[in-house]
Nanobody
Framework: VQFVESGGGLVQPGGSLRLACAASGFTFSTYGMTWYRQAPGKEREFVAGISSPWGSTNYADSVKGRFTISRDNAKNTVYLQMNSLKPEDTAVYYC?????????WGQGTQVTVSS
């Protein structure tokens, strides 16, 4: 199993980024998928999830209304559209399956929100 996250970077407050996570090594279309993030000195926290096959979504309260999770089962990829970014969104972002236990985590992608 492998997760390769991409799309992070440095963005000003109020800006947008779109993260992507390419998954391999398992039957992607049959798993719910999630995005997590980890800020320096903090625990990894849930950000957003999307079910399979119906694509129902759920979000942490801190990102609700600003972030949108989506998936493309043909590409084995899950996305996170992040709008109205705030400095407190600064973290390394990871994807994984929704179930517990999770697969091994990928390297993540760094998102830094700063002026």
């Amino acid at each position: 199993v492998q997760f390769v996250e991409s799309g992070g970077g440095l963005v000003q407050p109020g800006g947008s980024l779109r993260l992507a996570c390419a998954a391999s090594g398992f039957t992607f279309s049959t798993y719910g998928m999630t995005w997590y993030r980890q800020a320096p000195g903090k625990e990894r926290e849930f950000v957003a999830g999307i079910s399979s096959p119906w694509g129902s979504t759920n979000y942490a309260d801190s990102v609700k209304g600003r972030f949108t999770i989506s998936r493309d089962n043909a590409k084995n990829t899950v996305y996170l559209q992040m709008n109205s970014l705030k400095p407190e969104d600064t973290a390394v972002y990871y994807c994984n399956v929704a179930r517990v236990p999770k697969f091994n985590w990928g390297q993540g992608t760094q998102v830094t929100v700063s002026s």
